[in-house]
């Protein structure tokens, strides 16, 4: 979500207060929107392996110790369903470019953007609050109104990246997190949207800049009647030229556009001034006006407490009956997947975005039978028996594809055994944090297309010392002390591997999702065993080094050798790849 350009033009014309100085300093809580700051930790951490998910863990730590350092007592509020389907278009164009972005990274080095979340980026960070008993809850839908409603009700302030907190009525304030350093003590910048609303002389002027402007919710389709009208000049400069550059001048002149829209929206008394005197053909001011009361509604907020938040739902199946009641308090607490809710509410879902081969099929493809089983299980509640699913199609583009429940026969086992076809005395070996990694490795080594036993060696040694700090830390060394050198461009062969790991991913996160509608009967692992780096590397080495370095790391009879050895007990590859 954002205001285009709107951040730009808030950085250069609004007087920022310094917390600690201009305003008071920071303590008790603190509302933090929980995506936009993922985005932000992940940021400088490598995702072109898959994910580094300890690193982002370790993150996540970090701020939060830091802030309860400083007496502050963070509030997390994570993103929910797109229930209305209002960001369709938006969602499907940030897919489509993210998938373009992998692509051009793994095929060229190229990259413009290096911000990029790994399928269980979210998972880690939500598992390692809960680990610190930090109160978080994830949203019926966008989590910024919610977001904004518990500030007001603590009267604190709200800590994102996201342009629209300028417009909502946070009375604590809002503080940019680029702005925002707790390492040692609390620095940064606050906005307050009361200082701002009073440059103008009616304070309801500024939902007219959502209205004009657009974000994620609003319309662009009377955009340059708007900008012809309110500056020709500036209109010219913005949208005559297109072509190749025209991704460059539009983020240009999407800041210009703002500038323009606030100087000529500021000249106003009041809404309806503007209204009389809008320069724009009819059928546009027609749109204006509505974009303006949907804009208000959209930005005017009450307060709620986490408590009544977390009772209070809107969502509806697609049949439209309530959701069962456990399903909330379960998807409330981040316990209850919203990749689950997505069809079982909307009738349709966009998979995840998944670091894999661009020349092969998504990576997504090997959990089909298991969303089928998932369909089936979903049936009571769906509208259409077919859910569509948006998934990377060739290089980078995305389509969504109709894909039907299992039969009727085969979605009647609500043993998780049962589906993913393994022995539940294959799983007894394990203790309880392991089960559902074996389940998924079962699955995976038998259904993974071009799987080698290298690969399954070396994601199975990755997770074996990275179950302890002690080993992660010596499987990094090892890394480091290498003389491998790799160029930007991914080769053929770390291509095939990388996808390999995706596809593992891709079942666990399926049989999350089984596991989360089955009330959970085994328990969930958070994936930060998952080191993509480490696993590259160990693919990538000659059969002799890698044994040597196994044999060097797991003690023979140790614990780990033993971890190891009952995790390749439960893999076994495909007769056609033996």
């Known amino acids: 979500m954002g205001i285009r350009g709107f951040k730009t033009y808030m950085l250069n014309s609004y007087n920022w207060k310094e917390i600690g100085k201009d305003a008071p300093q920071l303590s008790g809580p603190l509302v933090i929107d929980a995506m936009g700051i993922c985005y932000c930790l992940y940021d400088d951490i490598d995702w072109k392996h898959g994910g580094q998910y300890k690193e982002l863990e370790q993150k996540c730590i970090d701020l939060v110790t830091n802030l309860r350092k400083s007496n502050i007592e963070p509030i997390f509020v994570f993103d929910g369903v797109d229930y209305k389907g209002e960001k369709g278009a938006t969602l499907v164009k940030r897919k489509k470019d993210g998938i373009e972005k992998i692509s051009s990274y793994l095929l060229t080095g190229r990259i413009t953007d290096s911000s990029c979340l790994p399928i269980f980026a979210r998972l880690v960070m939500s598992e390692a609050i809960r680990e610190m008993n930090v109160p978080f809850i994830v949203a019926d839908g966008d989590s910024d109104s919610l ?8 009267g604190c302030p709200v800590l994102s990246n996201d342009s629209d907190f300028f417009v909502f009525n946070v009375e604590g304030g809002y503080i940019p997190f680029e702005s925002f350093d707790c390492k040692h003590h609390i620095t940064g910048q606050i906005y307050y949207w009361t200082d701002f609303v009073s440059t103008f002389r009616d304070p309801d002027i500024v939902y007219l800049i959502p209205a004009l402007a657009s974000n994620d919710f609003i319309s662009e389709s009377v955009q340059q009647d708007v900008m012809a009208a309110i500056n020709p000049r500036s209109f010219s400069s913005i949208f005559a030229t297109r072509g190749r550059f025209s991704r460059a001048r539009r983020t240009s002149g999407s800041s210009n556009k703002i500038f323009d829209v606030v100087n000529y929206i500021r000249s106003f008394s009041s809404v309806e001034e503007f209204f009389l005197s809008c320069p724009c053909k009819a059928e546009s001011e027609a749109v204006i006006r509505e974009n303006f009361h949907k804009a208000k509604e959209m930005y005017t907020i009450d307060k709620i407490s986490m408590e009544d938040a977390m009772k209070s739902t809107v969502l509806e199946t697609a049949i439209g009956t309530p959701l069962p009641s456990w399903i909330l308090e379960q ?12 069809p079982m509410i909307l009738n349709e879902c966009m998979l995840p975005t998944t670091v894999d081969n661009p020349w092969k099929n998504s990576s997504m493809k090997i959990g089909v039978p298991l969303r089928q089983h998932l369909y089936g299980l979903l049936k009571p509640y769906l509208k259409e028996q077919k859910i569509k699913e948006g998934m990377r199609v060739g290089r980078n583009d995305m389509r969504y594809i109709s894909v039907g429940p299992a039969r009727l026969e085969d979605c009647q086992s609500s043993d998780l055994c049962g589906i993913f076809g393994v022995s539940p005395d294959e799983l007894d070996q394990f203790e309880d944090k392991w089960k559902l ?5 079962h699955y995976w080594s038998r259904n993974a297309e071009g799987l080698t036993q290298q690969h399954i060696d070396a994601l199975l040694f990755c997770f074996v010392i990275c179950s302890s700090e002690e080993g992660r ?5 090892v890394i480091s002390e290498s003389n491998t050198t790799r160029s930007r461009q991914f080769t053929d062969h770390q291509l095939d591997c990388l996808h390999s790991f ?3 991913q891709c079942v666990y996160y399926e049989a999350m999702k089984l596991n989360d509608f089955l009330k959970r009967p085994l328990d969930f692992t958070s994936p930060v065993m998952f080191d993509g780096k480490i696993c590259m590397f160990c693919a990538c080495l000659g059969e002799i080094e890698f044994d040597g370095i196994k044999a060097s790391m797991m003690v023979t009879g140790s614990p780990l050798e033993c971890l190891y050895k009952n995790l390749m007990n439960v893999c076994k ?6």
């Open 147 to 154: 977001t904004a409603s518990i500030a007001n009700y603590h």
């Open 331 to 342: 998807y409330r607490a981040g316990c209850f997947s919203t990749s689950v809710l997505d």
């Open 437 to 441: 990694v074996a389940l998924s490795l």
């Open 473 to 477: 830390d010596a499987g990094r060394d």
């Open 502 to 504: 995706s596809m593992w």
């Open 573 to 578: 590859l495909p007769q056609s790849t033996q």
